[in-house]
């Protein structure tokens, strides 16, 4: 079945650093993958997606690249901050609105 | 707009009772998702509506169950309570049910908390 793996957190940053959080998956087809953010005590918000090998999906300085090779849509920003602490999902997509997550990455950004 | 509202924020039950909870998605989708999130297993889907018909349905027991109105607005029911069903649940909305990539937007979520 499908299945998404994410590195373990938590994820703990000084503000301005670099971050990277990993992700791959397992799915038959060319699935649509996502990043999800959870803030303290609020649902998910869509943070980025990719649709097909290649694409790019980009929003509020986060990146991630659809890597069909590797099955990977690893998370990255070039210089977090603190109002970036928050829990991460990486979920995957084959269609409809059935979401595949990973298990969840905290990240938690210092001054 | 007004986003996802969920419906009760939070509640307590205990064992063996059943619960309902609701979710009014934004206005204009037709879609609704339910989802599962608990510490040991993550966030696990348990089912979709649209216009009224259950799309998909995740590997859960009889006793998770749900049902759309005409006017979209979905509610999902858990009977016979069992500890294991402590959770936040969240309910997710969307225009549509395409084979492609939609957008879901989530509301805050329901915490049951069962004794």
């Known amino acids: 079945g499908d299945s998404v793996t994410q590195m373990e957190g938590p994820v703990t940053l000084s503000e301005e650093a670099f971050l990277t959080i990993n992700c791959t998956y397992t799915?038959?087809?060319?699935?649509?993958l996502f990043w999800y953010v959870q803030y303290p005590g609020e649902g998910l918000q869509l943070l980025l997606k990719?649709?097909?090998?290649?694409d790019k999906g980009s929003n509020k300085g986060f990146e991630a690249t659809y890597r069909k090779e590797t099955t990977s849509f690893h998370l990255e920003k070039g210089s977090v901050q603190v109002s970036d602490s928050a829990v991460y999902f990486c979920?995957?997509?084959?269609?409809?609105?059935?979401?595949?997550f990973g298990t969840g990455t905290q990240l938690k950004v210092e001054l | 707009k007004a986003g996802v509202t969920q419906t009760p924020r939070y509640l307590i039950k205990t064992r063996g009772q059943q619960v309902t909870l609701s979710c009014s998605p934004i206005s204009g989708h037709r879609s609704v998702s339910w989802y599962q999130q608990t510490p040991g297993q993550g966030l696990q889907f348990l089912f979709e509506?649209?216009?009224?018909?259950?799309?998909n349905k995740g590997n859960f027991p009889g006793r998770f169950s749900g049902r759309q109105f005409s006017n979209s607005r979905s509610e999902m029911n858990v009977s016979t309570l069992e500890l294991g069903d402590s959770a936040l649940y969240l309910c997710a909305s969307s225009l549509v049910s395409s084979p492609g990539a939609n957008v879901l937007t989530f509301g805050a979520g329901s915490r049951l908390t069962v004794l």
């Open positions: 979920a995957l997509s084959r269609g409809g609105n059935k979401l595949t």
């Open positions: 509506y649209f216009s009224e018909t259950q799309r």
């Open positions: 990719a649709t097909k090998a290649d």
């Open positions: 799915a038959t087809g060319y699935p649509s």
